[in-house]
């Protein structure tokens, strides 16, 4: 079993700063890529950054310059640090990976943190 906690979350301001963190647990595993999704109220999900276990990122044009993921591979966790913050980047933020589980193939989500930017 593999678990992603997410933290980190809040109320920022419009232009304000945040850094979610996202850790894996369990025991029996590795982690290859590691993403951020969130989730707006009334939208779908969308991907907002992605990261491979050998660093190569990607980003959603939303975010580009403003959002910037980076991992601790040792610590299995993955961090999205979210600069100049607008009301539109309030969400739900779901921390996911790609695993190896005992061997097999895995997808694992975290439970989702709240991110409001509001003033």
């Known amino acids: 079993q593999v678990q992603l906690v997410e933290s980190g979350g809040g109320l920022v301001q419009p232009g304000g700063s945040l850094r979610l963190s996202c850790a894996a647990s369990?025991?029996?595993?590795?982690?290859?890529?590691m993403r951020w999704h969130r989730q707006a109220p009334g939208k779908e999900r969308e991907l907002v950054a992605g990261?491979?276990?050998?660093?190569?990122?990607n980003y959603a044009d939303s975010v580009k310059g403003r959002f910037t993921i980076s991992r601790d591979n040792a610590k299995n966790t993955v961090y999205l640090q979210m600069n100049s913050l607008k009301p539109e980047d309030t969400a739900v933020y779901y921390c996911?990976?790609?695993?190896?589980?005992?061997?097999?193939?895995?997808?694992?989500w975290g439970q989702g943190i709240l991110v409001t930017v509001s003033s």
């Open positions: 369990g025991s029996m595993f590795s982690i290859d890529t």
């Open positions: 996911n990976a790609d695993a190896i589980v005992s061997t097999i193939p895995r997808t694992v």
């Open positions: 990261i491979t276990k050998g660093g190569y990122t």
